[in-house]
């Protein structure tokens, strides 16, 4: 059998990439928005859009998403092949040392058809070369679920991005987020908590909706953002300084962020937390935030 040709698309040969066929099992299209939405949005690009190609036939393919200004992408978040060998040499091909995103539906491995999808997405990441590093619940709250109630127990302001950053280092002792706990270990706790806010100062939503919470008596507690990515709403942080964790103040920061959020238009929010992460992951139910959704993120 001969090698795959392995290459990005160019401008006007979009159409390759729907010649291969998806059942919709695993992946981006779990999230409801199809290639060419994207592409026309311009959140895939050709340039970002690699196939692997036998003959005629595309034996692999997969899909990096940016936002529109972005200038490299992201994340990959759509693999899918015939040839899982082609898939792995693909992902060791291009040029993006990203994180692979790999959407799953509740009860992922339930279904032998779903769980042999996953599996095959993940064993052709491993075999490029890419680490699992964690597995994550999606959340997706709506008003017919109900409010959370605000329990009322602290104060909230706004502050400017130092005062942010500085509470982004205080939360990283101890974190119990994968990702945090990677980036500090890899770069250190100020290059960690940088990282954290210029995430969340790179999403498209009003830096004014961001607060810190206090105690009545001034002490602070943690940090609430609220804010946007370029689908949705999102509760984009919760996070409980150390000295104050274990006493559900949790709670308060995501049912303020839900308010914040409705208030200014919100007909949907999303969120997301580890799976390990159990205290969060027990915030989100009292709060009413259904899971909808897994995801695995893998990097390089």
């Not at 602070?220 to 370029?230: A, D, M, W």
Request: aromatic share 10%; glycine share 8%.
């Amino acid at each position: 059998m001969t090698d795959p040709v392995i290459r990005p698309l160019t401008a006007g040969e979009e159409h390759l990439f729907d010649t291969f066929p998806d059942p919709g099992l695993v992946g981006r299209p779990l999230l409801g928005t199809t290639y060419a939405e994207l592409r026309d949005r311009g959140e895939y690009r050709p340039e970002w859009t690699w196939i692997a190609r036998r003959g005629d036939e595309v034996v692999a393919r997969a899909a990096w998403w940016g936002a529109a200004d972005d200038k490299e992408p992201v994340a990959l978040d759509w693999l899918d092949f015939t040839d899982p060998d082609a898939a792995a040499a693909l992902l060791r091909a291009a040029p993006f040392r990203v994180e692979y995103c790999l959407t799953l539906p509740t009860g992922w491995r339930d279904t032998p058809a779903v769980l042999a999808a996953a599996q095959a997405r993940l064993t052709a990441a491993t075999t490029a070369g890419m680490t699992l590093l964690v597995e994550r619940y999606r959340y997706r709250w709506t008003p017919d679920l109900g409010l959370p109630e605000r329990p009322g127990r602290l104060v909230y302001r706004e502050a400017d991005d130092e005062a942010f950053l500085a509470v982004f280092r205080r939360l990283l002792a101890g974190t119990l987020d994968a990702h945090a706990r990677k980036a500090a270990a890899e770069s250190g706790v100020d290059a960690a908590a940088r990282e954290d806010l210029d995430i969340l100062l790179w999403m498209p939503a009003p830096r004014s909706w961001w607060r810190l919470a206090y105690t009545p008596d001034g002490d602070l507690v943690g940090l609430t953002v609220p804010t946007r990515n370029h689908a949705n709403p999102v509760i984009g942080y919760i996070g409980v300084v150390p000295e104050h964790r274990g006493r559900g103040y949790a709670y308060d920061l995501l049912a303020e962020a839900t308010h914040i959020l409705v208030e200014n238009g919100a007909d949907r929010i999303v969120a997301n937390t580890d799976v390990d992460n159990t205290p969060m992951a027990a915030t989100f139910a009292k709060a009413g935030y259904p899971i909808t959704q897994h995801r695995i993120d893998l990097t390089w």
